[in-house]
């Protein structure tokens, strides 16, 4: 029943999908055949001689993706597996070769540069080829980037069976690109604690989506474990111990580990609240640091908002940020802004003494503070990220290319674009990961999350970007991101809270799925998003069953109105 | 603040609960004092002599415990972790032994023996005694599973800090025993496979919660993963493929494993419905079998149910359930009996002219059918266990004996007692484990689940046993199990959705803890959850964190009214 459901209209092509089109995000232009070929014993890759000096990075993804090719071992999912297909397979002509090449005049740079560009300006086009004959196949670009986006979904056209590793639909024909240039994750590394092969396999797992800003929140009220030089006593006092802390070398790391995965690392550092975890170093910073009861000053404990009056606390802040910014070669680097707390500072007699020394209102001293911070980010090359209360709840100064997170609910963003700022899509009621697995405050016992229900994969898909918005509005949306707060997190579940829910959005946004009709886009994903997730868990990912395997194997068959 | 909020008032005895008091569940009595005594590099368990030729099973309890203790190596959860009770350990007396003895007169049965008795007959009592002055500790019981139990806490008393193993809170003087003889887990292993490692691994996690009964829901429509001596076409057509079967071999040794830490492993076969997979290899005895829509023949995809009027199709039935009987000690078994839907039999020209060769109607028919299955099963020395409507909603003769599950709604508890029944339970709006993570069905855009919300911990923790009954009808309550329904989960999300959530009924069933007032009994658990949880992380399960660690070190700082 699957083939006659699938017949999905794209933008600009009529394309039959088979099950074999495990291709995720779905490419955006897509022509297959219905030959299949088999990778043969010699099969290689080859950089182009006309890349000079091609980069160490791209070097390393044709090894990766060469390995993905020979270890994923993936049997279709159909009933039988791979065996379903072994008929088909004898006797198929053979590929051995796929050349990657750009187009002349481009510049070959690194992916890791590449990706570190400012949103806009990241080129992640690729057309893919693969001829029914079995003579090479090729993929071309106009970055290193674009060559690596379509590396990865050449090692997702293969299955294997007994032996062989194969493709089903050749001739191939892909023209891609993304719809949205941001994709993201974010990761809140300060509630509970990460340690660095969580987040490379995390970064793994996002390359597959060709996801391309891994959003790390990466402290807040609860724990400080990053290592800031000239800051160093923030983590040896602030990290939950000495274990649970990145080092410099660490960030480094990540950052070129995601680098070489076509990711750029925004860091996050909140101000002026989710900062209670300052005052073990510096009391002296922090307004209402662990008061009580902490629901009188804050959103969640332990309670604590840097002193934003205080010059001092600002000459701080900024020194802080600057150090942390310099950490990391993003042109990004969110400031937060969520959340600001106003008993806090009403209590806070340091506070109210400084700003009626200076006869400033609270919005005044917000307003200057956010312009200090957001210069001295400045002054290290960075743009300002923040959260949606620096737009529609204060009145703060942002330069115009300041790009807000719209988190609160997915109404507030028309509010944003409407006072012309970019915005990425992370509103609480579509893309929380942590949403609808219980509330976490104690003594409480009907444990309902804030942000229930759950959210599924099924409903961020069928996430409207542009509802409602004017066809000027729409052109600030820069794309969109899931997001994992870590109140119940840690690295015992990450993975399957995370995967493969989060595809959800890498698809949304590269794709466009949800510019027809939605119930119809779900069905035909589900198929597609099995194959997906099962390749996913192949390469390490403890990804969830979405289905029953006896539906996972039966494309359809479990569809409401089968 | 948790010094004060945690006078928590027994039953028996008024008790000064500190974190250090991490047992769980929570003993029925329990003294403590406040001496520190570290564990003697030459600490000994010693079972004693009167015990003459002491069980396999019990010797390999004490070497487990004894790894537990070297092993875990968990430090207290309070700031500083164990390095705050340095100053306090350092001369502490040393604890050299503990000694296991039994009652006189008590049987020397083996653990496994002692526990695969029928639940009523299960004797898990025993007293802990550890003295301040570090002279050797003992346990004694009734039986050896009343001394494996006893193991279970004390392993429990220790933390660990620098190269000490220590407890805090000698003399220590526990009686306990269970408040419900049946605290249980259901895994379902049909919808998606779990090989016999995390089987085992969960079984292990459930030992060291103190529950004692594992349903092992083997089978279901989707897949026949049980080699069945006599019946092995059913596997073999029927299992998703030949790597995800459970052979004989394979339930000896989960139902040895679960034996040895207490627990006994009851299987079911869940009949007439839950049985399209049956059609792979005898399609003879399957009505509706994968017909569509699915929706109008079974609740959930694929439809298909033993043809229970068929007299051919009941001896097969009563053979098979006697085989897959035969493979279990147990004195339990579960023929199911959820979910029979009438139309799949209403539009099976089979079962009509079976009904009119008779002149049955159809409840009589599956009246004959139940009794015919049940007595293939006693005749193998078994008591059947049946769901809630085979009791509520049909005509079926059963035998007083008979365990009722109630699943639908806790509303339903107290119709089957009132009918008499021995009532465990099992209800999805307190303990299912799957509701709240989105539904599964395809081309569902709204995704969500039938049973939502999600059921925390504390939602689970804060049932009442007893509501509603008199108190003859609440000694009918046998005591409550979660569940796992598989259809979203497999190896991949099993520890993080089922730990430490399941720990809350098995505290609730063994220590009755909502006897008192449930917001106290939440605020005070979770500490001890905490610690709990952390334990077994040690060990190897992966239950997930319920809070920021921020949290977890401060008990009661993020409880809602701190």
Known sequence: ???????????????????ADAVWPQPQNLQTGTTPLKLSGSFDITISGSIHNAPSDLHQAVQDAKNFIKNDKLERLVVGRGSADSAAVKGAHTLSKLTLSLEKGAAVNSITSEAQKAPDLRDEAYTLTVPADGTGASITANSTLGLYRGLTTFTQLFFYHDGTTYLLNAPIQIEDSPAYPWRGLLLD???????????????????????????????????????????????????????????????????????????????????????????????????????????????????????????????????????????????????????????????????????????????????????????????????????????????????????????????????????????????????????????????????????????????????????????????????????LWAEQSGPQNLDPIVWPRAAASAELFWSNPSSGNISTAVDTALPRLHEHSYRMRQRGVNTINLQPEWCALRPGACDLTA
């Not at 029943?1 to 099950?19: K, N, Q, R």
């Not at 070398?249 to 989710?274: C, F, L, N, Q, W």
């Not at 500072?345 to 005044?364: I, M």
Request: charged share 15%.
């Open 189 to 483: 590394t300060s509630r509970n604690f990460f340690p660095v092969g969580d987040l490379k396999r995390t970064l793994d797992a996002m390359s597959w989506n060709k996801m391309n800003q891994f959003h790390w929140h990466i402290v807040d009220s609860q724990s400080f474990p990053l290592q800031v030089p000239g800051y160093t006593e923030l983590a040896a006092k602030g990290a939950y111990d000495s274990a649970s802390v990145y080092s410099p070398k660490d960030v480094a790391d990540v950052v070129s580990y995601a680098g070489a995965r076509g990711i750029d690392v925004m860091v996050e550092v909140d101000t002026p609240g989710h900062t209670a975890v300052i005052s073990q170093a510096h009391p002296e910073h922090i307004a209402c640091a662990e008061a009580t009861p902490w629901a009188s000053f804050a959103n969640e404990p332990p309670a604590g908002q840097l002193r934003l009056a205080s010059p001092a606390t600002t000459q701080f802040t900024s020194g802080l940020l600057a150090a942390v910014a310099k950490m990391f070669p993003s042109s990004l680097f969110s400031t937060g802004g969520d959340e600001i707390n106003a008993n806090c500072y009403t209590q806070d007699e340091e506070t109210q003494k400084a700003l009626n020394s200076t006869g400033q209102t609270f919005e005044q001293a917000l307003d200057t503070f956010t312009q200090a911070t957001h210069k001295a980010i400045r002054n290290v090359g960075k743009t300002p990220v923040v959260w949606e209360e620096m737009v529609l709840d204060h009145n703060v100064t942002l330069g115009n290319d300041t790009l807000v997170l719209v988190w609160i609910s997915s109404d507030n963003v028309k509010a944003v674009v409407e006072k012309g700022f970019k915005l990425v899509h992370a509103a609480s009621d579509y893309f929380y990961l942590d949403c609808g697995g219980g509330g976490w405050v104690g003594a409480n016992p009907a444990g309902n999350s804030w942000c229930d229900p759950f959210k599924t994969w099924q409903h961020s898909y069928s996430f409207n970007p542009i509802a409602n918005l004017t066809d000027d509005e729409a052109k600030l949306i820069m794309g969109g991101q899931h997001l």
């Open 1 to 19: 029943m699957f083939s006659t459901s699938a017949l999905v209209v794209l933008t600009t092509l009529l394309t039959v999908f088979t099950p």
